[in-house]
């Protein structure tokens, strides 16, 4: 199953020399997931690009993603079991913050499947 891990943290990275050692422990971690064959994607968020397009019935409403504990970095993993995931979210070096763990549902799952995506596969 897919799971995807959003790497929530409260403390933002500001680039400084201090943080090489965290730079060095997060490669560390993602070479363990490739190295574990679970790694689908692996990115680091920009925090600055960001933006939330909310809805209330048939309007949107567009404004800054500024929430006070942003997600600065997402895995996608295939992994067997909630399990496994939440053990890789354990294993992630991140000193501040929180990893949210969420299964990923495969549209060939649902019973509601769009002509348009389908065609586009």
Request: aromatic share 4%; proline share 3%.
């Amino acid at each position: 199953m897919k799971y995807m891990l959003m790497l929530r943290a409260s403390a933002r990275d500001d680039g400084d020399s201090g943080a090489e050692p965290a730079r060095k422990a997060m490669a560390a971690y993602d070479e363990q997931l490739i190295r574990a064959g679970v790694l689908l994607a692996g990115e680091r968020l920009d925090l600055d690009a960001g933006a939330r397009v909310s809805c209330d019935g048939e309007r949107r409403y567009i404004s800054d993603a500024q929430d006070s504990e942003p997600p600065i970095a997402m895995w996608m993993l295939q992994v067997a079991s909630r399990d496994e995931a939440v053990e890789w979210a354990r294993r992630c070096p991140a000193t501040d913050g929180c990893i949210e763990v969420r299964g990923i549902v495969e549209r060939s799952e649902t019973d509601v499947r769009s002509d348009a995506i389908a065609n586009a596969r």
